[in-house]
């Protein structure tokens, strides 16, 4: 019992620096790359163990060298964290490092460099102490009878095995430094590259705006129009439009005052694509090309001062659209599926904006909605639908041998779309409070669906399914006629920018003739590969 108490300890203490590395990036905000990290520092370990049994004093360099760049690059990592809450790969942080002159990081350096070397020191100093203890305590005859106890062979096996995985991975090998450090730079050079392109895309929309603006309708003095650009919200888990759980009770609730439409369909089902097509003149077949004009440029050519209040971190949006915005302000700090930012952060930057005194007003709202890992997308008051629903849809996905993972994803996935129902909901009584403006408007539009067991065994963006492009759309605005839930007509939402500026009472001189979303005689006319599920190119 004593000896293995003992092997325990040399263990752990073989195993520090490791443990060091990944725990300071997972107690700082990072959890993932956290854990990743201590897996791939363990090599060093590997160093450690032929320094002892050598005892040569390259190994001993190698060793104390390995471990130094190792905490130095998780300290900068977690640095971001500490200071800002925020991910190294933010938006903010890419923009201001970007933005940064050579001359501006001299003068850095400067100003902190005792900083700089306190830390550089304190590190070093902190490397050699563990360095002096554990080659002092540590001999190699403790390595050779730890090696004879089956328990902590196993272990060791165990680790080797872990280490190798983790280079194999690719989201682990991503997060290696020498991987994540090269991927940083390239980031920044492209982000720099865009922001000159986008530069150029701007001019190239206020030149097209002035040219052909029109107004179709008097302008009001006072106007304010909301647009909500929703994230993988799909109409099929809508309980307004027929789903069968009770997902929308506070839009259920405003029916006689809005128009929901339920079978709309996003031209893709991906958010850049999708946002590049709703907010510009582009068709989908050139999604991934720069459009001459946008939405937001024919706003400001009318005089409209632009909002662009996001929830999501994504450099290119926040680019091509956040800084053409006067006031853009972001509140998630972390991309994509690690994000846990909820949408309810908007709230106060929302009532902000309403409360500008400037008398026409385009307010940008962009959610993280109902965006996988769907779980974090709702705060704990509204885990509703749990496993133990045992309702028509959790009967339905059992039926069709949905996989029990999948089925949990579908209940976090409802979850989010309710929570995201009382946003909408106060979005738009917070809008309709304000009587500032003598016109308002309202908008609601998804970037695209997504699928969640309804026709697949599979969760997540999907480009082969109908669900990862039906979409809703709501609409409100003061004096509207036509309200209720029509679960029939089919609108296209790439004509979202059209259809914006018809209710703001602007128009492209040049455009063609056509109908609205909210015209009787409107037509659904559909990008050239619709069905998009079936002609995905």
């Known amino acids: 019992m004593k000896a293995s108490f003992k092997h325990f300890n040399i263990l752990l203490l073989i195993l520090l620096p490791a443990l060091i590395t990944g725990g300071l990036l997972s107690i700082a905000g990072n959890l993932s790359d956290g854990l990743r990290l201590g897996f791939l520092s363990l090599p060093g370990v590997g160093l450690i163990w032929l320094a002892i049994k050598t005892q040569k004093k390259y190994w001993y360099g190698l060793t104390v060298l390995w471990w130094f760049a190792t905490w130095l690059d998780v300290l900068l990592r977690s640095s971001t964290w500490f200071l800002f809450n925020s991910d190294n790969e933010a938006y903010f942080i890419i923009e201001a490092i970007a ?24 590190l ?100 304010t129009h909301v647009l909500v650009l929703s994230e993988s919200l799909t109409s099929l888990n809508l309980g307004v439009c027929g789903y069968q759980r009770e997902t929308t009770p506070e839009l259920a609730k405003k029916l006689d005052e809005l128009k929901i439409f339920c079978n709309a369909f996003s031209p893709s089902p991906s958010t850049i694509n999708a946002l590049r097509v709703l907010l510009t003149e582009n ?70 904006a309403l409360a500008d005194p400037d008398p026409k007003k385009l307010i940008i709202l962009h959610l993280i909605g109902a965006h996988p890992n769907y779980k974090e997308r709702y705060s704990l008051a509204f885990n509703k639908f749990t496993g133990d629903s045992n309702d028509a849809v959790e009967l339905d996905l059992k039926n069709r041998n949905i996989d029990p993972w999948v089925r949990s994803l579908r209940n976090d996935y409802d979850n989010a779309v309710l929570y995201e129902d009382s946003l909408l909901a106060r979005f738009l009584d917070d809008l309709k409070a304000d009587n500032n403006s003598d016109f308002r408007s309202f908008m609601v539009v998804s970037d695209h669906g997504n699928e969640v067991g309804h026709e697949i065994d599979y969760a997540g963006h999907s480009p082969n399914t109908k669900a990862g492009y039906q979409v809703p759309v709501i609409m409100w605005h003061d004096n509207m006629q036509v309200t209720g839930v029509n679960k029939e007509k089919m609108l296209n939402t790439a004509e979202l920018d059209n259809n914006l500026m018809h209710i703001m009472g602007l128009k492209n001189k040049t455009a063609s003739p056509q109908s609205y979303w909210l015209d009787r005689d409107y037509r659904f006319t559909p990008e050239v590969n619709w069905p998009y599920w079936q002609n995905k190119s």
């Open 99 to 122: 933005n940064t002159s050579q001359q501006e990081t001299w003068e850095f350096i400067q100003l902190h460099l005792s900083t700089i070397l306190s830390v550089i020191f304190s």
């Open 124 to 223: 070093l100093c902190l490397l050699i102490i563990y360095s002096i203890s554990t080659f002092k305590l540590i001999k190699a005859h403790h390595l050779d009878q730890m090696w004879q106890s089956r328990i902590y062979r196993s272990c060791i096996v165990l680790l080797v095995l872990l280490t190798i995985t983790s280079y194999l991975m690719k989201p682990s090998r991503k997060v290696h430094p020498i991987i994540f450090w090269s991927d940083y730079q390239t980031k920044l050079q492209d982000f720099k590259n865009r922001i000159k392109q986008h530069q150029n895309v701007h001019r190239q929309w206020d030149i097209s705006a002035k040219q052909n603006l029109t107004l179709t309708k008097k302008q009001d003095e006072k106007q």
């Open 283 to 352: 068709p989908a077949s050139a999604h991934d090309q720069y459009s001459s004009e946008s939405v937001l440029a024919y706003a400001r050519a009318a005089g409209y001062k632009i909002y662009w209040l996001s929830n999501q971190d994504d450099s290119y949006l926040s680019s091509l659209f956040g800084s053409y915005a006067d006031t853009a302000v972001y509140k998630n700090t972390r991309s994509g599926r690690s994000s846990h930012s909820l949408d309810e952060k908007l709230i106060p930057v929302y009532q902000q």
